[in-house]
């Protein structure tokens, strides 16, 4: 079993990571790369993942013309079957593997905790979240890019100080509770190098580059623990949000995931769950407030940035009936666990 390769990718908005395994379920090497969400364009993405995949070959002293038994790519934007297959049919003169799978980013993190499935909260660079039932069976909720969603992820929580800026000084709404956006719009103005609003605009409409524009975001944060009360009352929004992701998905739950020891697992990724201590005051307040309140979950962050990737070899053993060891516990720890009075 030893001499059989598995490999997975987790495929971010703003990096990528590429994990492989051998048959025992060991871990042979891992690699950090460039983004993978592939609506930045097919090929290029690919051609990305080949190259990750054959670092993490040389890495692990594996000859280069070695073939992979299967490599599942858990990437971000992968929410459409169509568009996948369309995407894992380039792959098929390549000779990287015998067999591709691809699915959302959402499935690798659940994948990394529990067989029996479990729920993944994204809020990173952009925000989804996906319920997987025992029997396969999935609810999903968000995941739709910044356009149309994103609530509560690291673009949600920069657009909205900014909106909040911008129609406090077009007289359109007051700043919450009457704060001072003195230290919001000092940050705006040192993040983006600009004097006035005006010069923020190309940020936005000409040269927008996501994963850039939300770098913000880890500055607001900094706002916020040392006190900030604008950047403090934005955090508690995107918590609440966060909570609206769960219980939109909660209700999807089979029996034998809400009995599952501490109750649904929730796994939270992404880069936002950091500032946990800022989200948590808004995400307890939302579903506490719901009017079907959930009675037990328990909120795990994974063990490493790897162990996403993890998840996502877990799911290509599985793609082709391979029966390989899964060390599931040393995956993840519990942060929060809440249960109903």
């Known amino acids: 079993m030893s001499d059989v390769l598995f490999c997975g990718v987790e495929g971010g908005g703003t990096h990528s990571v590429v994990v492989l395994f051998n048959g025992h379920g060991e871990c042979l090497s891992y690699v950090h790369g460039p983004a993978s969400n592939y609506w930045i364009g097919m090929d290029e993405v690919r051609n990305r993942i080949i190259k990750m995949v054959e670092e993490v070959k040389q890495l ?30 380039g792959f098929k003169d390549t000779n990287l593997a015998e067999e591709y799978m691809v699915c959302s980013d959402t499935r690798g993190p659940i994948a990394a905790v529990n067989e029996s499935g479990g729920v993944v909260l ?18 999903r909720c968000g995941g739709w890019g910044h356009i149309l969603g994103d609530e509560g992820s690291a673009y949600g929580i920069t657009h909205m100080a900014i909106k909040i800026y911008f129609d406090y000084i077009d007289g359109l709404q007051d700043a919450p509770n009457g704060y001072s956006t003195d230290v919001l719009w000092s940050t705006i103005q040192n993040f983006f190098k600009v004097k006035s609003r005006a010069e923020i605009l190309p940020h936005i409409y000409k ?27 934005v955090f508690v929004q995107a918590g609440k949000a966060l909570a609206q992701h769960l219980l939109a998905i909660y209700k999807g739950a089979s029996e034998e995931l809400l009995n599952h020891k501490g109750g649904l697992a929730v796994v939270c990724v ?13 995400f307890l307040e939302q579903i506490s407030s719901s009017a079907c309140k959930p009675k037990e979950f328990s909120l795990l962050t994974l063990a490493d940035d790897c ?35």
């Open 122 to 139: 994204i809020a990173g660079t952009g925000s989804n979240a996906l319920l997987q039932n025992p029997d396969g069976s999935t609810v």
């Open 270 to 282: 992404g880069s936002v769950w950091k500032s946990w201590e800022l989200l948590k005051p808004g």
């Open 207 to 233: 040269n927008f580059e996501k994963n850039k524009f939300t770098g913000l975001c880890k500055f607001l944060a900094e706002n916020a623990k040392k006190g900030d009360p604008l950047c403090c009352w």
């Open 60 to 89: 692990a002293g594996v000859e280069p013309d070695t073939e992979i038994k299967c490599i599942c790519m858990s990437l971000s934007g992968g929410e459409s079957a169509s568009s996948n297959e369309e995407f894992k049919a």
């Open 307 to 341: 162990t996403a990737a993890k998840g996502a070899a877990y799911l290509a053993s599985n793609h082709v009936g391979f029966s390989m060891p899964k060390d599931y516990a040393s995956n993840y720890s519990v942060f929060h666990h809440y249960k109903a009075a």
